[in-house]
């Protein structure tokens, strides 16, 4: 069964830093390119970076110099460092495998 499971969200201050992780089962995520979206209240949602099976990286403009996307392919997890965190960052953010598989989302509030 493949399964991507989103975990480290949570309140943080302005300013401040969190580690999202996704740990995929029943794929290798060094074979698809993996991503992580966001959605805020009322928005579409929208790719803040990926991480393609040739070791390529994208980030949002909004997000570059901010946030980190790397992957442990010994432990099947891709990760997001996000730090210097704005209010603007608030959301549900989803890890994405390949072109269809999801994880169920892992909150982030960034508070003033």
């Known amino acids: 069964q493949v399964q991507l499971v989103e975990s480290g969200g949570g309140l943080v201050q302005v300013g401040g830093s969190l580690r999202l992780s996704c740990a995929a089962s029943g794929l290798i995520i060094s074979f698809y390119t993996m991503g992580w979206y966001r959605q805020a209240p009322g928005k579409q949602r929208e790719l803040v970076a990926d991480?393609?099976?040739?070791?390529?990286?994208n980030y949002a403009d909004s997000v570059k110099g901010r946030f980190t996307i790397s992957r442990d392919n010994a432990k099947n997890t891709v990760y997001l460092q996000m730090n210097s965190l704005k209010p603007e960052d608030t959301g549900v953010y989803y890890c994405?495998?390949?072109?269809?598989?999801w994880g169920q989302g892992t909150q982030v509030t960034v508070s003033s």
């Open positions: 991480f393609t099976s040739s070791g390529s990286t």
């Open positions: 994405k495998a390949g072109r269809a598989v």
